[in-house]
């Protein structure tokens, strides 16, 4: 079980789309989370795709969000009472918007706290570095 105290716990997550066939990647994404009492820290650390296009990443589409055509930007989602929990959905779009010939999202990765355990993805329990 993951403590209060613990002064950070941080994941990372990878998003690849491809053509239908898998022959082509379209886009690459990757992100860090860090995790402290009072905030989640985001990081975009990969980002590819195509030229005409750019990405928005957000948790929960939120007010709080990453908006881009290249890797490091970076948000700060914070928890207002560091005792309660919370389930953040970090969410991710992918497209081109004048004219709109494509539009990939997903849903890139998870932070839940259920009862003080911190859990990412699959609800696999959260308890070191990742």
Same mark, same amino acid.
């Given at each position: ?52 296009? %750019? ?10 969000? !990453? ?5 490091? !930007? %970076? ?56």
């Amino acid at each position: 079980m993951l403590s209060l105290i613990d002064p950070c716990t941080e994941f990372e997550s990878q998003t690849i789309f491809t053509s239908e066939n898998k022959s082509k990647t379209i886009s690459k994404f990757s992100a860090k989370y860090i995790y402290s009492p009072s905030k989640i820290s985001i990081t975009v650390t990969e980002y590819t795709g195509p030229s005409t296009g %750019s990405y928005y990443f957000s948790p929960n589409e939120d007010l709080i969000y !990453c908006s881009d055509k290249k890797p490091g !930007c %970076s948000l700060i989602q914070p928890l207002q009472n560091t005792s309660e929990d919370f389930h953040f959905d970090m969410e991710l779009d992918i497209w081109d918007p004048y004219p709109q010939t494509y539009h990939y999202d997903a849903l890139v990765g998870q932070l839940i706290r259920r009862r003080g355990i911190l859990m990412h993805d699959k609800n696999i329990q959260f308890t070191g570095q990742f």
